[in-house]
């Protein structure tokens, strides 16, 4: 059955991925986006320039919408460490009103970060551990949609291009060592003996979308492969081989270090991730010849800088 789709959020990285394959199976769809790190938006989809905390306005949209895929969020540590506050209202309380305001389906991202630091591999029934504003609120989020009709992915590290409208984000590992390798001849490392799970931003969009009908709920990790920062530069070196690799030392206690187990999604509905890490880096190499991204030191690359040089009013 074909659902109308709202994508609150959806003019960002994850959303423009989400938005194409929408319009491809047929879901009519409707943006709602701030436009927070956005001048414009130009993809030809009906859209709505709005704040999530304009309730009236968000409501008269969600009484259209069969689902709602949820993806506005402040996003990152760094992001919601300079905005504690907002970081609650955008994270947190924004999800506890939707869910006391909608009783379609949700699709909701969440964060591997909540797990921290521990050691094996981790599923959904693991320990969290949330340490910083972004895991505390995505945590908390989490539980606002535990008695909905929603569906949670915890995501792994995002890399590659999502869309040919929305800002490539260069605040991600895969994404970063693969523009420096590319422009500056040289990615740096830090630690790198760290694990982190990784996987395509087209891959999460395509998990998101084939739910959209389902009445699988609850939370899953998903993750394509879990690898450590010095194989992963590596693994970049190999397709831009003039890149120097320069590590500096950092305990795993500074860095971090997880791995994450997708055999759930896997198991539900049969999640199988198709982009490769290889895949993200050509993608992104692809944008810097093409023009697409001319200054990769550009603050609207990354959530943090960007919102450091335009402070959120």
């Known amino acids: 059955m074909i659902k109308r789709v709202l994508v609150v959020g959806g003019a960002g990285y994850i959303g423009g991925a989400v938005t194409d394959l929408l319009l491809k199976i047929g879901h009519p769809v409707l943006v709602y986006d701030a436009l927070l790190y956005e001048a414009e938006y130009r993809k030809p989809v009906d859209f709505v ?59 909701f991202p969440s964060t591997c970060l909540v797990y921290a630091i521990q050691e094996g591999v981790l599923n959904e029934e693991s320990r969290t551990d949330p340490s910083t504003e972004y895991t505390k609120t995505k945590l908390a989020a989490e539980a606002y949609l535990k008695d909905k009709n929603a569906i949670i992915f915890r995501l792994s590290t995002v890399f590659g291009a999502g869309d040919a409208f929305s800002r490539p984000r260069l605040d991600l590992v895969v994404n970063l060592l693969t523009a420096r390798a590319f422009i500056e001849k040289k990615m740096t490392v830090f630690g790198g003996e760290q694990f982190r799970p990784f996987i395509h931003v087209r891959d999460v969009a395509r998990a998101m979308v084939e739910n959209v009908e389902t009445a ?17 530069a590596e693994r970049i070196r190999r397709q831009i081989p003039h890149a120097a690799i320069d590590v500096k030392e950092m305990p795993v206690s500074v860095t971090g270090d997880y791995r ?30 093409s023009g697409r991204l001319k200054d990769i030191r550009n603050p609207r690359y990354s959530n943090e800088a960007f919102l450091k040089a335009h402070p959120i009013t």
């Not at 968000?58 to 506050?85: N, Q």
């Not at 699988?216 to 992963?232: C, D, F, P, Q």
């Not at 187990?261 to 198709?274: I, K, T, V």
Request: charged share 25%; hydrophobic share 45%; net charge negative.
């Open 216 to 232: 699988h709920r609850g939370v899953y990790n998903i993750h394509t492969e879990n690898m450590s920062i010095l194989a992963l």
């Open 260 to 289: 994450v187990s997708s055999e759930h999604a896997r198991d539900a509905w049969g999640f199988q991730p198709r982009l490769s890490i290889e895949e993200g880096v050509s993608e992104v190499k692809d944008l810097i010849v």
């Open 49 to 107: 320039r709005g704040d999530i905390r304009d309730r009236e306005l968000l409501k008269k949209h969600l009484a259209w919408a069969d689902t709602v895929i949820w993806l506005a969020a402040l996003v990152a540590d760094g992001s919601c460490a300079l905005y504690p506050d907002l970081a609650m209202e955008f994270n947190q309380e924004s999800v506890k009103w939707l869910a006391g305001h909608f009783d379609g389906r949700i699709i």
